[in-house]
């Protein structure tokens, strides 16, 4: 459990036709056994009461609080759910999403992130969310972490690079280029792109996973790195000289390596994080190992954020069939990079 004068983690809602309300029940009620640290929810009372009732989560204490009362959520979290509610909302329908729950999903994130601002919350952990419902509500974003990194710009007042990674026990990914064609990815990889990417994943794995000196390693684009060119040529015109810049910064990084021989377990003990050239590269592996537990965090923000490796699961909305496995492990992670990251600061 989180010390009492310990901050919380802001943990939003996520699309309510979802499996997040669920989820975050779920999480709440393995708050002993699993151990899972003191959080406020950030969305509508009624409607977790309702999402509660159909999944058969049984009796479920909420108290709701205004998003300063930070010393409060961790007092009560023992005894009731935290919620601070940011609305009156129509009940939703499980598994049918409606952009009339926009504003809802929106509304958390951004509630989530003014609360890190202002230190009335810890880390920011965000539950899933249907982009197309967004959408069809005039929502500009590709997603989820460009979202965070313009509330970054508007609330923080910094311009951020975001970066996926996605986190397991005994795996970490990073992918260069994420959800775009795969036709595009020569396209859209440059030197520079990968030097940014490292720079940051380096940074973070220092300040917010405590790895004094990360050791990094990078996958090449094509099949066996390009095997010298017969198989393509990125490995040496690309890839190649970005690893030759993060080296000349002092970072521990090899590569260009062969993808398909990167990820069994001997591999892995070789390096904290890899660096993958594109979305299903990194992810495979990832959802591989670690499907139930895997965490989505995003590196780059000024803020902590991480986020169930999982989307909304409509198909078991309101059956109760829901894992929180990774819902707990992102809140879990989130903490412990909290506590790195205020640790570093410290000492700084």
Known sequence: MTAPTSLPLALTIGDPAGIGPEIAVKAWQARREAGVPAFVLLGDPEILSQRAHEAGLGDMATRVLARED???VCAI???ALPVVALGAFPKPVAGKPDPAFAPLVTGAIETAVTMV???SASAVVTNPINKEMLYGAGFSFPGHTEYLGELARELFGVTAHPVMMLAGEDLRVVPVTVHIALREVPEQLTTDLIVETGR???RDLIGRFGIARPRIA???LNPHAGEGGAMGTEEITIIAPAIEALRAAGLDVRGPLPADTMFHPRA???YDAAIC???DQALIPIKTIAFDTGVNTTLGLPFVRTSPDHGTAYDIAGTGKA?????????KLAARMGAHEAAAEADA
């Open 70 to 72: 930070a010393a409060s």
């Open 77 to 79: 979290f023992d005894t």
């Open 117 to 119: 601002r202002d230190g």
């Open 200 to 202: 940051i994943v380096a």
């Open 218 to 220: 990078i996958a090449g």
């Open 268 to 270: 892995r003990a070789g």
């Open 277 to 279: 050239m594109y979305h």
């Open 323 to 331: 894992e929180a496995s990774s819902l707990i492990a992102a809140l």
